[in-house]
């Protein structure tokens, strides 16, 4: 393996994409974790990055991971149904989502600014159906460069629609829906009280990243649009491998399950974003 360290140039915002990667590495080391990614090991292993700076604590590591195996079984259940489909990972980061999901037959595109694509291209290479795309998710340019071609389309938002302003999620989605009418959307969100508070999260703050946006009621986002529909709104108090969690956690997620607001905090969401009626 090459031992070189990739030296790390990112600005404070783009730095957002270290803290997933280095909680599933995290996870990874453990000997009954709940999430498996030999990638993200790599990585961290060959970034020239100050890690620790990052201060990420326990229950960041746990949500980020059972977010990433829920979006990863949401791209398993859209490519058994349509394997020669096309999955968009918008702010794709250093995921390798594109290597733990089997695509034999589908186009995948994973998308972020131009600097991040430049050092996702040290560990990634472009073959076999698999596209990487240097833009701003909201210089939307981008999506002439997908060759859907009236495929069935995924498109995931991971970690991503909080840091963009209402209007920018709405022409997404909006764009997204006149391009690939039909396609399906999964993204996770923050409650409007979440995006207000999570600013103060001790790894975020290290990053100088601001969040922008968050949404109560999830039904919102039909009224933007004729031919959107929510189909799942899922809490990660469902998320089964809570039970493989030390008993705190188990209890913590048990009591967060009962109420309304501590589900809304952070749920992932999912919509067909289909032809304007």
Avoid at 203 to 219: F, Q, Y
């Amino acid at each position: 393996m090459d031992e070189r360290r990739e030296r790390v140039l990112l600005t404070e915002a783009q730095e957002t994409l270290l803290i997933p990667l280095v909680s599933k590495a995290i996870e990874s080391g453990r000997p009954n974790g709940i999430f498996r990614d030999e990638k993200a090991q790599e990585i961290v292993a060959r970034v020239d990055y100050d890690f620790e700076r990052l201060a990420t604590p326990r229950k960041t590591v746990v949500t980020l991971c059972i977010r990433a195996n829920k979006l990863d079984a949401c791209a398993r259940e859209f490519l058994g149904a349509h394997s020669d489909g096309v999955v968009l990972h918008l702010g794709c980061g250093l995921d390798s989502r594109c290597l733990r999901v089997e695509r034999a037959g589908a186009d995948w595109y994973d998308l972020d600014v131009e600097s991040v694509i430049a050092l996702r291209r040290m560990f990634y290479r472009e073959e076999g159906g698999y596209h990487m795309i240097a833009s701003s998710v909201t210089d939307l340019r981008w999506v002439d460069a997908v060759r859907a071609e009236g495929r069935p389309v995924l498109v995931i938002a991971e970690g991503l629609l909080m840091y963009l302003r209402e209007e920018e999620v709405r022409a997404l989605l909006l764009r997204l829906q006149s391009a690939f009418a039909g396609c399906e959307l999964v993204a996770d969100v923050f409650s409007e009280t979440t995006a207000r508070r999570v600013g103060a999260h001790r790894s975020l703050a290290k990053t100088g990243a601001t969040i922008h946006w968050g949404i109560d009621d999830a039904r919102e986002i039909e009224r933007w649009s004729p031919g959107i529909r929510l189909l799942e709104e899922w809490y990660f108090a469902r998320a089964p491998e809570i039970a493989r969690l030390s008993a705190g956690y188990r209890a913590a997620f048990k009591v967060a399950g009962l109420f309304a607001a501590a589900n809304k905090a952070q749920r992932i969401v999912r919509y067909a974003l289909g032809a304007r009626e």
